[in-house]
């Protein structure tokens, strides 16, 4: 009967103890960043930030992959447009929030609800689709990250310069040296 009253308690103070010690506890949070969804960019978004500041992901889906046990790093499972969830994650209280879920509509949506709850936070979005990079823009993103853009940038420079290895050689002013076919 004792064992009945007594473990109950027991484990509710070790799950207690538990989610403070994985991070899930935002309360306390100040200055951090919160990343709206989960999507390919968000763990090499994560490995770049790399203890620079504290972060928050929030995800629709429960323990998405690669998260768990990352220092640093709380996972707060609940939809980026809703008050409670903002709230939990501290928006008001936050440095910058990053919105990435590959779904420009619903990241429109999740700016507008952060925009009403805390209008002077710094929002950086990701459009999916390069056609909607104004309509982030007029909703209140602060920057918007055209990744498309950006990578079509980078492979246009790639091809167009070579590489490192390949270029002539340095000479000191020196005519370089004749190759055996001149």
Known sequence: AVGAVVVPAIESRMASAFENMTGTDTTLLEDHIV???YDDL??????????????????EQPDPPMLAGRPGISVMEGRPTE??????ARIKTARSVAVCSNDDAHDIMAVLAVRAMAPAVHIVAVA???????????????EVINVRAIGG????????????????????????????ES
């Open 128 to 142: 999916s689709e390069p056609r909607h990079v104004e309509r982030f823009e007029e909703v209140g993103v602060d």
């Open 35 to 37: 990343v709206l969804g």
């Open 42 to 59: 968000t763990i090499p978004l994560l490995d770049h930030i790399d203890g620079a500041a504290e972060c928050v992901v929030v995800s």
């Open 83 to 88: 008050d409670a969830t903002l709230a939990r």
């Open 153 to 180: 940038r980078l492979l246009s420079e790639s091809v167009l310069e070579p590489p490192v290895s390949e270029a002539p050689p340095a000479t000191d002013g020196e005519d370089p040296p004749e190759s055996p």
